[in-house]
């Protein structure tokens, strides 16, 4: 499975930015797809997932201003962030739990300026 992800940048505080990630490769439907980030200096946490039938689960610092989505036709799990704050940068990847295995993205970088 490889995953390409996209959307990140530099945004000021208070603003939105929108992810985007898709998943090619796989003989089978996906289930669960998330997303994850890495700060500087910090360990890599979990930020939003979302199964094959729309539920969702957040990270307690994004309730209320992230939203993850899916597009199960196109194998296509986004992020909508809003109401940025400069904690929230860090690098973000997409991950899929696949027969067995956690298949990660690139990574894109989101930076938040005060």
């Known amino acids: 499975v490889q995953l390409q992800a996209s959307g990140g940048g530099l945004v000021q505080a208070g603003g939105s930015l929108r992810l985007s990630c898709t998943a090619s490769?796989?003989?089978?439907?996906?289930?669960?797809m998330g997303w994850y980030r890495q700060a500087p200096g910090k360990l890599r946490e979990s930020v939003a997932r979302?199964?094959?039938?729309?539920?969702?689960i957040y990270e307690d610092s994004v309730k209320g201003r992230f939203t993850i989505s899916r597009d199960n036709a196109k194998n296509t799990v986004y992020l909508q962030m809003n109401s940025l704050k400069p904690e929230d940068t860090a690098v973000y990847y997409c991950?899929?739990?696949?027969?067995?295995?956690?298949?990660w993205g690139q990574g894109t970088l989101v930076t938040v300026s005060s």
């Open positions: 979302i199964t094959n039938i729309g539920r969702t």
């Open positions: 490769g796989s003989a089978f439907s996906i289930g669960v």
């Open positions: 991950m899929v739990p696949y027969l067995g295995y956690d298949y």
